[in-house]
């Protein structure tokens, strides 16, 4: 039995029966209207052959590290660089005809299948940026320093692409005012204390692994916070743009996707994790917040309070 408070998703695939109908499976060549907004059920190296070319705007892919991971029955084996590289490739091989020629793409990664993914990346597209956040959960290492970080490249199919950094500020403490003829600049004072929004860096400290108290949060192994997805959809794409998840896991893009006004097609071959996304995607029908993300701007850990009390003004 779970605690009172305890939220965390964790149906099996029976329980699920309901939520697994609604995921579509494919069998041949597919056309737009058929996937959109759907969970697709599958092998996603299988499926991806099996959509239509340039219909994605937006490009969020999660894969299996390179780590020896049990995935709730799907065992995915540690290998070399090599192997991972010919991993990380046939999979670009097959998710780049289906990208517009403006579209942006977000590979996440551990340290360790960071440099393998780069140098795959940069043979196909232009990159941009690397992305570092800070995880926080971890166990301790007792011979070496804790893996607190992951990363987050970020590329573009072309010189042409989205963003938008006015949508992803972040609202910080000022802890020394400073100000012109009497006037705060470049903040502002509130009952709550002195607010400056400002522009994202490379380094995310902000973020916080979903734990078992909050609703978005299941049983998943590897689950990525709305948080962290939602900064990556409203900085490079617009409302109705169309999001590709090939490894949807439990179905964290294709929620915050929806939250966001986004269309969102996900491919995931695990049942339990499409059933954890259905469930979850009918739930953001009633509820859209996104923790940490409130009055148009992010905010960093521990203002649940704060964020509360902006919304309601």
Same mark, same amino acid.
């Given at each position: 039995?779970?605690?009172?408070?305890?939220?965390? /998703? %964790?149906?099996?695939?029976?329980?699920?029966?309901?939520?697994?109908?609604?995921?579509?499976?494919?069998?041949?060549?597919?056309?737009?209207?058929? /996937?959109?907004?759907?969970?697709?059920?599958?092998?996603?190296?299988?499926?991806?052959?099996?959509?239509?070319?340039?219909?994605?705007?937006?490009?969020?892919?999660?894969?299996?590290?390179?780590?020896?991971?049990?995935?709730?029955?799907?065992?995915?084996?540690?290998?070399?660089?090599?192997?991972?590289?010919?991993?990380?490739? !046939?999979? *670009?091989?097959?998710?780049?005809?289906?990208?517009?020629?403006?579209?942006?793409?977000?590979?996440?990664?551990? #340290?360790?299948? !960071?440099?393998?993914?780069?140098?795959?990346?940069?043979?196909?597209?232009? /990159?941009?940026?690397?992305?570092? #956040?800070?995880?926080?959960?971890?166990?301790?290492?007792?011979?070496? #320093?804790?893996?607190?970080?992951?990363?987050?490249?970020?590329?573009?199919? !072309?010189?042409?692409?989205?963003?938008?950094?006015?949508?992803?500020?972040?609202?910080?403490?000022?802890?020394?005012?400073?100000?012109?003829?009497?006037?705060?600049? %470049?903040?502002?004072?509130?009952?709550? @204390?002195?607010?400056?929004? $400002?522009?994202?860096?490379?380094?995310? +400290? +902000? *973020?916080?692994?979903?734990?078992?108290?909050?609703?978005?949060?299941?049983?998943?192994?590897?689950?990525?916070?709305?948080?962290?997805?939602?900064?990556?959809?409203?900085? !490079?794409?617009?409302?109705?743009?169309?999001?590709? %998840?090939?490894?949807?896991?439990?179905?964290?893009?294709?929620?915050?996707?929806?939250?966001?006004?986004?269309?969102?097609?996900?491919?995931?071959?695990?049942?339990?994790?499409?059933? #954890?996304?259905?469930?979850?995607?009918?739930?953001?029908?009633? %509820?859209? $917040? /996104?923790? @940490?993300?409130?009055?148009?701007?992010?905010?960093?850990?521990?203002?649940?309070?704060?964020?509360?009390?902006?919304?309601?003004?």
């Amino acid at each position: 039995m779970k605690a009172e408070r305890n939220k965390t /998703i %964790d149906m099996t695939v029976e329980e699920g029966k309901i939520y697994l109908d609604r995921c579509v499976r494919l069998f041949e060549k597919a056309k737009l209207e058929n /996937i959109l907004d759907k969970t697709i059920v599958g092998d996603t190296f299988q499926n991806l052959t099996l959509l239509p070319e340039n219909f994605v705007d937006l490009l969020i892919v999660d894969p299996p590290y390179n780590l020896a991971k049990n995935y709730h029955g799907n065992q995915f084996k540690k290998t070399s660089d090599e192997l991972y590289e010919e991993y990380t490739e !046939s999979w *670009i091989q097959r998710v780049k005809p289906l990208l517009k020629e403006n579209a942006t793409i977000y590979v996440c990664c551990d #340290w360790k299948s !960071s440099l393998p993914i780069e140098k795959v990346l940069k043979s196909h597209f232009h /990159i941009q940026n690397r992305i570092t #956040w800070q995880r926080e959960k971890g166990r301790g290492a007792l011979s070496n #320093w804790k893996n607190g970080m992951e990363d987050i490249w970020f590329a573009t199919n !072309s010189a042409d692409y989205t963003f938008h950094v006015d949508a992803v500020k972040i609202r910080r403490k000022v802890v020394a005012p400073y100000k012109v003829d009497g006037a705060p600049k %470049d903040w502002e004072e509130t009952e709550d @204390g002195n607010f400056r929004n $400002t522009y994202p860096s490379n380094f995310w +400290d +902000d *973020i916080s692994i979903p734990y078992w108290s909050m609703p978005e949060n299941t049983a998943h192994p590897t689950q990525k916070p709305e948080k962290l997805l939602a900064k990556l959809i409203l900085a !490079s794409s617009n409302p109705g743009d169309v999001i590709l %998840d090939p490894f949807l896991g439990s179905g964290s893009t294709s929620v915050t996707a929806k939250k966001l006004g986004r269309h969102y097609v996900g491919i995931e071959q695990n049942e339990q994790y499409c059933c #954890w996304t259905e469930k979850r995607l009918e739930m953001a029908e009633k %509820d859209v $917040t /996104i923790q @940490g993300y409130a009055d148009g701007v992010f905010w960093e850990r521990n203002t649940t309070a704060l964020q509360q009390r902006a919304q309601k003004k």
